[in-house]
């Protein structure tokens, strides 16, 4: 058994427990219970690390991750051999959890490469966070897809749709990918632009539902997160440009659809923080995560749930961290809005709040240990955490050298 002994928590991430300051046991994956500090005696085999009251969290989750997004060097990605972007995609799972994100759900990867990275994970072949995943990014033919490569997979008939769809499920997807509008991040794509029809949309959604399987959908334009709610798109990827009528529409299909809004990279081209950009993505995506903040006002008002996406490539994420809960602070969203979504409002939407996303005896000890007080300052998460443990076991990372940090 492990206690981490004093705690500060935060008092809306923690169940069952009132106090700010706590000693946390863990026995096994699970928490076993959380104690007010010095209370409680732990017996002689108990190792005992003292967080010397350290904010502890939840384990985030990042549910708009692309393992394979190395970095943003697109020949690279796309050009790489097999193998080397089944490593990478590994080694991304890994920095995920040095990051605190104990869960990624991962929105499309060629190869099924995330399928093999969550399969060694689970076995513990691998150390990294947990792996929720889609395959392939079905998509219809549109300007801009040949950017990626391989990694979309164009078809243009509704008739497809349960062939393709069945094909993911044989490859162990968790969930299917389509494509609605426009992307930011290929040239000549435009963001707002529906690249399909409802017919087509509806019939990606029975087929994977038929097989067990929800759809997260790409969708920034209005008209297409329209046509993706009546089709019964179970998340709504990005959900940039709602307008009030489409987010009433949500409640009025019995609130079957969500949003995972993703802040982080618009923020970055738009700032160019990972280099100089071409002026077209640079104003797409200034143009989209002005009109994203609005939309997650819009929702946040309305109740419709919204998750905690980042779409970020791994290089960035290493150069930034925090970035996704800094650029939603930037836009006036607050700390306790934020942390919850990054932890338990993530963790019901993909059906894991009975095991995550709080703190609380019986769950799975997620943990995050920040130096700061998040919860107050969030440029507190621009630091990587002190410590992070993943179902009770304490995630070690080694450098090049060899070194423990
Ligand atoms: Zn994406």
């Not at 707002?192 to 029809?197: I, Q, S």
């Not at 290493?318 to 800094?326: D, H, N, R």
């Not at 769950?363 to 995050?368: G, P, R, S, T």
């Amino acid at each position: 058994m492990i206690a981490l002994t004093n705690c500060r928590l935060v008092k809306y991430l923690t169940e069952g427990y009132k106090h700010e300051l706590a000693d946390i046991l863990i026995d096994g994956k699970k928490i076993a219970a959380i104690y007010p500090c010095g209370e409680n005696e732990f017996s002689g085999d108990t190792e005992i690390i003292d967080v010397k009251g350290r904010t502890v969290l939840p384990g985030f989750f990042d549910l708009h991750a692309h393992l394979m997004f190395s970095n943003q060097n697109w020949d690279y990605l796309i050009r790489r051999p097999e193998q080397i972007y089944l490593m990478e995609s590994a080694s991304f799972a890994k920095e995920y959890l040095r990051m605190g994100y104990t869960t990624i759900r991962d929105a499309g990867c060629n190869h099924y490469a995330s399928g093999t990275v969550r399969d060694y994970i689970e076995k513990g072949v691998l150390s990294g966070a947990r792996v929720i995943t889609s395959g392939k990014i079905l998509s219809p033919t549109a300007v801009g897809n040949e950017c990626f490569g391989a990694l979309y997979e164009e078809f243009d008939s509704p008739d497809k749709a349960l062939e393709l769809c069945r094909r993911e499920k044989a490859h162990g997807v968790d969930f299917v990918k389509y494509m609605v509008t426009g992307a930011v991040l290929n040239l000549g794509g435009v963001p707002g632009e529906m690249v399909t029809t409802q017919e087509e949309l509806d019939a990606v959604v029975k087929a994977a539902e038929s097989l067990g399987l929800y759809v997260a959908a790409h969708c920034h334009g209005t008209e297409g997160i329209k046509a993706a709610i009546r089709a019964g798109v179970y998340t709504i990827e990005h959900a940039s440009y709602m307008d009030r009528d489409s987010v009433d529409m949500i409640a009025e299909y019995g609130n079957r659809s969500v949003t995972v809004p993703t802040f982080a990279i618009p923020f970055i081209l738009a700032n160019e923080l990972s280099g100089p950009q071409p002026e077209e993505f640079k104003l797409k995506a200034n143009d989209a995560s002005e009109a994203m903040a609005e939309s997650m006002r819009m929702c946040l008002e309305a109740g419709v749930q919204t998750g905690f996406g980042s779409d970020l490539d791994m290089s960035s994420h290493l150069k930034y961290p925090g970035l996704e809960f800094t650029a939603r602070a930037n836009y006036n969203f607050s700390n306790e809005v934020i942390l919850k979504q990054a932890t338990i409002q993530s963790a019901r939407i993909v059906g894991l709040d009975d095991r995550l996303g709080t703190i609380k005896a019986g769950k799975y000890a997620d943990l995050v240990v920040m130096d700061g007080k998040p919860d107050e300052d969030m440029s507190v998460m621009k630091k990587l955490p002190d410590m992070v443990f993943k179902e009770g076991r304490r995630f070690m990372y080694w450098t090049y050298r060899n070194e423990m940090v």
